[in-house]
């Protein structure tokens, strides 16, 4: 019978070194961790953010995406500017030269694990893979 704490503990080590394999492969212009994420979440976002949205969804202090911020916006890959709809609030946007750093993060951490998962594995194995995957998101799903 396998234990669950013991197969608990497995699960944890090896996604902890997923995420950082996935962070590795993707640097894109030697950007710290929290900077690679901020890029990529303002990418999903899709429209601007302001620092205390990023924070509240990276699990972050203010104070330190503040520091992220300010390391991406000397780098050129973000922009601010005034909220509109209130003067007191600074909106955070990706620039061109942001979207494409974080564009080509995600295709080459998209990249490496497509052609590990081709390569290193057989049809076989990836459907053991598929079926695993399946179901761990009911460990979230539900």
Do not use: C, Y
Not at 11 to 32: C, G, I, P, T, Y
Not at 82 to 90: A, L, V
Not at 112 to 135: G, H, N, S
């Amino acid at each position: 019978m396998t234990d669950p704490a013991a197969l608990n503990q497995r699960l944890r080590v090896f996604v902890q070194r997923l995420r950082r394999k996935l962070q590795d492969e993707s640097s894109v212009h030697d950007l710290s961790a929290p900077q690679a994420s901020a890029l990529a979440r303002l990418l999903l976002l899709d429209e601007p953010s302001t620092a205390s949205r990023l924070a509240g969804a990276e699990r972050v202090r203010p104070q330190s995406m503040a520091k992220t911020l300010a390391g991406l916006h000397d780098l050129g890959l973000i922009a601010r500017s005034p909220d509109p709809e209130d003067g007191r609030r600074t909106l955070i946007a990706l620039t061109d030269a942001g979207r494409a750093a974080a564009r080509g993060a995600r295709d080459q951490r998209l990249g490496w694990l497509t052609e590990a998962l081709a390569q290193r594995f057989t049809e076989a194995e990836r459907r053991v893979i598929d079926e695993a995957v399946a179901l761990l998101e009911r460990v979230v799903d539900e």
